[in-house]
């Protein structure tokens, strides 16, 4: 068995909507038995989403009320809703696990850059325009969320060259494969073994 010892990592999984950067991050992240940071939203749980989960789901005043005491480390509004990530939860992650991982839109990944530097490493998950739109139908999503996102389409993509990391998500097995050896890298270098 081997644990991480050595400076903090934490893997952010960035990239448009429909890239399934989520489904890589949680299948990698189980791989590793890395913990997860799950965001706070605002919305309503879309088809398959888990409370707690996915996201932890609450109201606009029980958000606002939350940033009131400044709990969020990195806050965004998207679409009239608002995704925060609360500095505890990240803080906690380190100090438990010394390694996490989170799923953000760029404004999220940047900040988490800004904050942590070099602690943060950014996978950049992508596919072209036609299969994002597609996976998004095909997953149920509201029209006229799809037609949000894809309008989001291109700033994601421009995020693309400032990420440590970049993998096009055709195939999900070959994507956690590439990704799990990428993150073995940086994890290999503070690994100890234990009897």
Known sequence: MYEHKGPDRIFVYTGPDGSGRKSVA??????FGMSKIISYVT???????VDGQDYHFITKEQYKEMEAHHEFIESVEIDGNYYGIRRVDVEEGLREHGCVYLVLNHEGAQRMKDIYGDAVVR???YADRETVEARQRNMGLDPEVVAAHMRRYEEEMGYRSACEHAFGNYDLADTVSRI?????SYLQRNLVEKD
Do not use: D, M, S, Y
Not at 26 to 31: D, L
Not at 43 to 49: A, C, S, Y
Not at 180 to 184: D, N
């Open 26 to 31: 949680e299948a990698v992240g189980h791989t």
């Open 43 to 49: 919305r309503k749980p879309r088809p398959g989403e």
């Open 123 to 125: 996978l950049f998950i």
């Open 180 to 184: 799990t050896e990428t993150i073995e």
